[in-house]
């Protein structure tokens, strides 16, 4: 009888159990990491051998390998689902805020200032040489004018919000590029001896969801472990540990604050900026593009065609009249500026006391004369043709809904794509996290198995005592 | 593939679902609160749309009924200068009668020439009524000088004694550039002709001219206010009317923004009840769930 093939069958056991209370350890105070993927001991059996009676024995169990338990083709559909997700709850970000800043279903709105606007109207018209009425119309007129002057601003003031998200967004993309090259490299090197680098490769996932997050990308595993990265139109951007282009942003078109944007783009080696359509293709810069590029120029068109045409409606019947005092208005207008960023009622009784005199309330010199006031007064329900026919009052609310459905749309379409994002990561989770009552059951499992192998070791340790006592 | 839970997907189930449950008891404590059922346009675009046009709609509605009141008002005052100028005129004619009789004293017809002046500077006055200081038969202009000339002026001539305003004053009772009434009437064009057959009637009193030629001026002055007071009397209808119209739209556009705005209380709270019970019950089951462990039953 050989006792040392007993004591080598139960040092590996030792050994395996453990390495496996270790794995399961580790298992338990991850539970809570994101990310992180439940790793299990991969036992095997030992080749056996022929021992001195010419019969063939087992050499005991051993660890080959710990296993991380993922599947890759969910860890890549969750990577596009994060692409959805950050896409549209970007987009649902900024059009929400921009349903905030034009929302008219709070006083004081554009709408009610408008409504009030035209009540000083009606009331003018009553009483054209009323001079507390003409100056209800210029107080009137300039809240409009300011209101106008608000919303413009502040949706210039979104799409530069967004610019800034863009370039920061660009910047984080890079330093996850760079993390993933160098997350490459070290995977390379730690797998070079058969082992799997589990914690590597989750902190690589990691990093490579976040970055599908911000921008739509393609991915490619190769041979040695190392990742490639490309964009969604092919573009690469990794390959094992180099960064083949990185992202970059480029002077832009003018922004509706008159300042420049930033176009964002690829750079190569060389320096050389790529602006290559589809590069943004999702992700929450595509998100925030959308907004800037679309949403936010058509709500300040919008905003600017209203202010346009009330300011050429209103200054069209002003100037066709007469003032106070029998003067001609044809060169008086009531309102000045090219859009709703800079409106400005140009009669103001703070710089001159004699502006409300200066209203058009008759078309003739006649006193009590209020035709002029009446027609100004008809532009509450007159149809324009340059708001597509339709009322100042009915464009606003046009605009209102199609602002708010916008906004609606975008946010249904982020709940589908958080939905779908959460199912997947639902999904990761049952196969890929952590279980602790699973891993406790691991945990006596092996601790049963080191305690039942050290059993082994006392046993032949008993033997050996035996025949050494023979031996004396 | 062995289905298996993660205690991350417990904890995660648990936070998610409470606070949407959490996100629906603000949204309906909001609609409590502001008694709306949309605060933002994205809530429930068509509905938004809706709100502000029914908001524009009352705003117009209100100017339209408050218009239509004060023209009321003016027609009130021209309809009460109208009477009390008719009622002179039936006096011009009485005397006028009498005195064509030719079977008056002279002193008889002094008092009668008196009276008749009386009557031709009351018509005057009629004619420069101020309401509220407007002329109300001079285009309701403010603080206007008086549009009739005094009879007493030199030179006075009943034919031209008008200089006011030629404007005549309308009121926009609608949406339309054409629903809107005229509630002046210009002072030459209803009191001249009364004036002049006054002024005749003094003349040929005072002249011991022929008074029963006047008699038929007169009557002509008499007519033309007559037939503006059952103008007056038309328009007046037309803005009672247009007034009650403008209130019943008023309450139907009411009840549109309503319908449109304002919470069902009632599906609200019970909502909000429904909310509440879920969350509760969702942080119990979770509480449970989370401390169900093997941990608890090895006394780990």
């Known amino acids: ?472 | 593939m062995i289905a298996r839970v993660s205690n991350s997907q417990a904890f995660t189930l648990l936070s998610q679902r409470a606070g949407e449950l959490e996100l629906s008891l603000r949204r309906l404590q909001e609609e409590i609160a502001t008694g709306r059922r949309i605060t933002s346009p994205d809530q429930d675009p068509a509905g938004a749309n809706e709100i502000i046009r029914s908001q524009s709609n009352l705003a117009a509605l209100a100017q339209y009924r408050s218009t239509s009141t004060f023209g009321v008002t003016v027609l009130g005052a021209v309809d009460q200068a109208l009477s009390e100028a008719q009622n002179l005129m039936v006096r011009a004619e009485e005397v006028a009668t009498q005195q064509a009789s030719g079977l008056l004293s002279d002193a008889e017809r002094v008092a009668a020439r008196e009276e008749v002046h009386g009557i031709l500077q009351a018509l005057t006055s009629l004619g420069n009524t101020e309401f509220a200081g407007r002329r109300i038969f001079a285009g309701l202009a403010l603080n206007a000088a008086p549009p009739f000339a005094d009879p007493d002026s030199p030179g006075y001539d009943p034919a031209n004694a008008y200089s006011g305003s030629t404007v005549e004053f309308e009121v926009k009772i609608g949406g339309g550039a054409n629903e809107r009434v005229r509630i002046t009437t210009r002072g030459d064009q209803v009191f001249t002709d009364a004036l002049v057959g006054v002024a005749a009637l003094e003349n040929a009193l005072a002249t011991n001219g022929d008074v029963r030629a006047t008699i038929a001026g007169l009557a002509q002055g008499r007519e033309t206010l007559s037939a503006e007071r059952a103008s007056v009397g038309a328009r007046q209808a037309q803005l009672v009317d247009r007034a009650s119209q403008v209130a019943d739209a008023k309450a139907a556009e009411e009840s549109n923004l309503a319908r449109a705005q304002d919470a069902d209380l009632t599906l609200v709270l019970s909502q909000l009840a429904q909310a509440q019970t879920a969350l509760q019950a969702t942080l119990q089951a979770g509480a449970k769930v989370i401390q169900t462990s093997l941990a608890n039953l090895l006394n780990l």
Request: glycine share 10%; net charge negative.
């Open chain 1, 1 to 472: 009888m050989a006792l040392s093939p007993v004591l080598s069958i139960a040092e590996r056991a030792l050994l395996a159990n453990d390495t496996a209370l270790e794995v399961v350890g580790n298992n338990i105070s991850n539970v809570n990491t994101p990310g992180y993927s439940r790793q299990v001991p991969d036992f095997r059996a030992g080749e056996p051998v022929v021992d001195v009676s010419g019969k063939l024995v087992g050499t005991g169990g051993e660890i080959r390998a710990i296993d991380r338990i993922v599947e890759p083709l969910l860890e890549k559909r969750l990577a596009g689902a994060e692409t959805s997700k950050q896409q549209q709850g970007a987009l649902s970000d900024q059009l929400s805020a921009l349903a905030g800043v034009l929302n008219d279903l709070q006083d004081p709105s554009l709408s009610s200032t408008l409504s009030s606007f035209f009540d000083a109207l009606d009331a003018l018209a009553n009483n054209p040489a009323g001079l507390a009425e003409r100056q209800a119309v210029l107080g009137r007129a300039q809240a409009v004018a300011a209101e106008l002057n608000r919303r413009s601003a502040s949706v210039a003031t979104l799409q530069r919000n967004a610019d800034d998200g863009i370039v920061a967004d660009v910047g984080t993309a890079n330093d996850l590029l760079q993390q993933i090259a160098a997350l490459n490299v070290s995977i390379a090197s730690a797998e070079t001896g058969g082992q799997k680098a589990n914690d590597l490769r989750d902190a690589r996932q990691q990093a490579i969801v976040k970055l599908a997050g911000l921008v739509a990308i393609q991915t490619q595993e190769d041979a040695r472990g190392g990742v490639s990265i490309s964009t969604s139109n092919g573009i690469g951007l990794v390959t094992a540990g180099t960064l083949v282009h990185r992202f970059a942003v480029d002077d832009g078109a003018q922004g509706l604050d008159g300042l420049l944007l930033h176009t964002p783009g690829l750079v190569d080696d060389a320096g050389n900026f790529l602006d290559v359509a589809g590069t943004f293709a999702g992700g929450a810069i595509a998100g925030l593009l959308a907004a800037r590029d679309q949403s936010f120029p058509a709500a300040s068109t919008a905003l600017d065609t209203f202010a346009t045409t009330f300011r050429d409606a209103v200054n069209g019947i002003q100037q066709a009249g007469f003032d106070l005092d029998g003067s001609s208005t044809a060169a008086v207008p009531l309102f000045g500026g090219t859009g709703a960023r800079d409106l400005v009622v140009l009669l103001d009784p703070a710089a001159d006391p004699s502006a409300p005199r200066r209203l058009a309330a008759g078309t003739t010199t006649n006193p009590g004369d209020n035709t002029n006031a009446l027609a100004l007064a008809d532009l509450r329900t007159t149809a324009l043709a340059a708001l597509g026919g339709v009322t100042l009052s009915d464009y606003l609310g046009i605009e209102q809904g199609r602002v708010g459905e916008d906004a609606s749309r975008a946010s249904d379409a982020a709940e589908v794509a958080n939905l779908l994002q959460r199912q997947l990561e639902n999904q990761r989770q049952a196969v890929s996290g952590v279980n602790l009552n699973e891993e406790l059951t691991n945990l006596i499992r092996y601790q049963n198995a080191f305690q039942a192998a050290s059993q082994v070791v006392r046993v032949a340790n008993a033997v050996l005592q035996d025949l050494v006592s023979i031996l004396r």
